[in-house]
């Protein structure tokens, strides 16, 4: 056994899920399926009922597609009831619902699952299969979430993480972690950006480092722009070719749809060292009962030419995010490649002409998240090992009448970090506030984090807004006499039993506040708990 007892390093990723140890000073990923150091993010309810996670999930995926659940990272902390959902739905071939709180859920074979349920069969998977390798019992975790992920998301994977079983110490962002990996303990005084393409998501930051201190200067990226689209390019390009050879369209067939899905991003990945594939399905279809085979050749000049757009969109948003900075590529001293996605040789090759040197090598893109946060979990210990700065990267703001929507906390404001602002007095009743976070001038595009209910008698004071180091969001009332109160949080969809108890606690507080209480160091601050998502 360590003297200290380790923290596990956590990159939950879209697709692949991997964790990583400190022993001895070294970072290491732990071999958690088949032996290699990345798990699928899948989960699936085989025919006889039985729970499978990681490559037995995915491997079974073909023939079980309703009961094989993964990107479930693209769903978590959403509601269901909202824009990006709506559209995921579309892609998934699983069933997604509503769950009781107003999130997201899925049927796996026949039980209703929420979100962060499914997640923490990926993480206690590999919290297992962590203590097995390591002999020892693992309690501690740090998870890494993307910069972009909302006060709801992080709520949620925090939740997943207990579900699992682990205490999680700490949330911290993919790339400050990645920048961990990079620059721990190499006393780097240096402009770094971390490029970051996933499953679903790209991701840019810019960060700056000073010895241990690793300070995020801005952060970027298109939450709609990840490996999926490359895969789902090469699906049409297949479809549209098989039709054109036999007439036959195979999109309404959701078994042959399901072998396309995998062969695309086999021959996807394939083409990242070869030059050629050729795509190979027999017995996809049958015409007159004898058997149609799929075969269809794809170049890597092909697939570059069907997917180019997709990377130009991703150097578009560096070149916003170097533009809102007023730097220039040359102003950073390394490019990390972080995500699968980023081992396209295009995506390599369009980094080096547009950087004019080539990506950092020496860090592992699927490893670099899971290590750099095994390295927080491990400088949790050891007071001022590491300092973290990062950014709020999607601002946080509250609901105005006709729907528009006011920033409160901007992008990019540093954090931790406080805003006060005051509520209008209310004539009667109690004071709502729908708290969202996005970037749109409107709420309906934006993603809605609760609603904060305040006691008539708060009308009119300040309230505040916290975000801590995590991107957490915390909310404080100002209230109106030498008491302390407290007021709860309650969301729109608050399952039943959350609203009566939120009007016992009103009722039960009303009776109390008659006895006087006595003043609290002069000022007076009623905390609000949130009461969604755990
Ligand atoms: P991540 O979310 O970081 O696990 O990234 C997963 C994405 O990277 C998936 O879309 C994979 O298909 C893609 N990917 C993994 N390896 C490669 C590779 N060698 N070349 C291109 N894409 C890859």
């Known amino acids: ?108 074979g026949g039980t209703v699952q929420s979100i962060p349920e499914v997640s923490s069969h990926i993480l206690s998977h590999c919290k297992k299969v962590s203590e097995a390798f390591l002999e020892e019992p693992i309690e501690d975790a740090v998870i890494a979430v993307p910069a972009y992920f909302t006060d709801s998301q992080r709520a949620a994977v925090k939740e997943a993480g207990k579900l699992a079983g682990f205490n999680v110490k700490r949330i911290i962002n993919e790339p400050t972690a990645a920048a961990l990996a990079y620059g721990f303990n190499r006393g780097f005084d240096q402009k770094i950006l971390v490029y970051d393409m996933g499953g679903g998501t790209f991701d840019v930051s810019i960060l700056q480092l000073h010895g241990n201190v690793f300070e995020v200067v801005a952060t970027g990226g298109d939450t709609f722009l990840g490996g999926v689209d490359f895969d789902n390019r090469i699906i049409d390009y297949v479809l549209e070719e098989f039709r054109r050879q036999t007439r036959i369209d195979l999109a309404t067939s959701p078994i042959a749809l399901q072998r396309i899905k995998s062969a695309s991003e086999t021959t996807k990945i394939d083409l990242s060292m070869m030059a050629n594939v050729m795509i190979e399905l027999p017995y996809i279809e049958s015409r007159r009962g004898k058997p149609v085979d799929l075969r269809i050749a794809l170049s890597r000049e092909k697939l570059n030419a069907l997917t180019g757009d997709l990377v130009d969109r991703t150097f578009q948003v560096v070149g916003n995010l170097l533009a809102e900075e007023s730097l220039r590529p040359t102003d950073l001293r390394e490019v990390l490649l972080v995500g699968g996605q980023s081992r396209m040789p295009l995506v390599q090759g369009k980094t080096h002409q547009y950087f004019g040197k080539l990506p950092r090598k020496g860090v592992h893109p699927d490893e670099s ?136 606690e009103m009722a039960r507080r009303a009776a109390e506040q008659s006895a006087a209480e006595p003043p609290r160091g002069g000022g007076l601050f009623a905390s609000i708990r949130r009461i969604w998502g755990g």
């Open 1 to 108: 056994m360590s003297a200290k007892p380790i923290t596990l390093g956590v990159d939950f990723g879209t697709t692949n899920t991997c964790v990583a140890y400190v022993k001895g000073k070294v970072p290491r990923c732990v071999p958690t399926d088949k032996g290699s150091l990345v798990l699928p993010s899948v989960v699936a309810k085989s025919t006889k009922g039985e729970l499978l996670v990681g490559n037995v999930a995915k491997d079974q995926m073909v023939t079980n597609p309703k009961n094989t659940v993964y990107g479930v990272k693209r769903l978590i902390g959403r509601q269901f009831r909202s824009k990006t959902v709506e559209e995921l739905r579309k892609y998934f071939s699983y069933e997604i619902v509503e769950g009781e709180d107003g999130g997201c859920a899925v049927n796996l």
């Open 369 to 504: 998240v899971a290590l750099g946060a095994a390295l927080l979990g491990e400088s949790l210990h050891e007071e001022d090992a590491v300092t973290l700065v990062d950014v709020l990267s999607v601002p946080i703001g509250i609901a105005l009448p006709g729907g528009r929507f006011r920033r409160i906390i901007e992008k990019n404001a540093s954090i931790p970090t406080a805003k006060s602002f005051r509520l209008p007095p209310a004539k009667s009743g109690d004071v709502e506030l729908d708290v969202f976070q996005g970037e749109a001038e409107q709420i309906v595009d934006n993603e809605y984090l609760g609603t904060l209910r305040f006691a008539p008698d708060l009308g009119g004071r300040k309230v505040t807004f916290q975000v801590d180091e995590e991107c957490m969001l915390r909310v404080t009332a100002e209230g109106t006499t030498g008491a302390a109160r407290e007021v709860l949080l309650a969301t729109k969809d608050t399952p039943q039993s959350l609203k009566e108890a939120w009007n016992e």
